[in-house]
T-cell receptor, first 112, second 113 residues
Framework: DAGVTQSPTHLIKTRGQHVTLRCSPI?????VSWYQQVLGQGPQFIFQ???????GRGNFPDRFSARQFPNYSSELNVNALLLGDSALYLC???????????FGPGTRLTVL | EDKVVQSPLSLVVHEGDTVTLNCSYE??????LLWYKQEKKAPTFLFML????IEKKSGRLSSILDKKELFSILNITATQTGDSAVYLC?????????????FGKGTKLSVIP
């Protein structure tokens, strides 16, 4: 079975631009969560979506937004990029709201 | 503030050694504790622990949770070079309709031949 997939793999942007990251969950999984991981740190929770509704939001500014589509795939959008947004963005899916989360390979975002 | 603290932050051992990784936590509305292994990018799931004192095992890896003392340990016996990775501890908690994981900084394990 295919695991969680994310696109693109790498991305380079400049300050002030916006970016859209995409995630396809494991087939049958209805929950998608997004995490930001900066070098040397553990992943930090950004959003959780379950059944297309936002169910949780971490301590991130409003420049970060996300949505989940009817097929349970998800997008993370970041506006007005800052240098500090450079990180690995991880998507995780789970069958249900409180089930074990399985991670994708991530998107490496570099902001110059 | 909810937090998860892992120790040590890094560890170098020789093949065949046994290692113990530690994770302590302070969160409200605790649901479970999870261990992940991160080699390049994607953290891969190892264990999910919800009950105190019940050891979970998978091959050479095992883990146990103490909900009274608020910590967990991950043991790896007979280490191999393929065990070299960052091991992440995460605590799942819920509140106000949300469910999220809070991660520690990870323990970087290096196994040398």
């Amino acid at each position: 079975d295919a695991g969680v997939t994310q696109s693109p793999t790498h991305l380079i942007k400049t300050r002030g631009q916006h970016v859209t990251l995409r995630c396809s969950p494991i087939s049958g999984h209805k929950s998608v969560s997004w995490y930001q991981q900066v070098l040397g740190q553990g992943p930090q929770f950004i959003f959780q979506y379950y059944e297309k509704e936002e169910r949780g939001r971490g301590n991130f500014p409003d420049r970060f937004s996300a949505r989940q589509f009817p097929n349970y795939s998800s997008e993370l959008n970041v506006n007005a990029l800052l240098l500090g947004d450079s990180a690995l963005y991880l998507c995780a899916s789970a069958p249900g709201f409180t089930d074990t989360q399985y991670f994708g390979p991530g998107t490496r975002l570099t902001v110059l | 503030e909810d937090k998860v603290v892992q120790s040590p932050l890094s560890l170098v051992v020789h093949e065949g050694d046994t290692v113990t990784l530690n994770c302590s936590y302070e969160v409200t509305n605790f649901r479970s504790l999870l261990w992940y292994k991160q080699e390049k990018k994607a953290p891969t799931f190892l264990f999910m622990l919800t009950s105190s004192g019940i050891e979970k095992k998978s091959g050479r890896l095992s883990s146990i949770l103490d909900k009274k003392e608020l910590f967990s340990i991950l043991n790896i016996t007979a280490t191999q070079t393929g065990d070299s990775a960052v091991y992440l501890c995460a605590v799942a908690y819920s509140g106000a309709g949300s469910y999220q994981l809070t991660f520690g900084k990870g323990t970087k394990l290096s196994v040398i031949p």
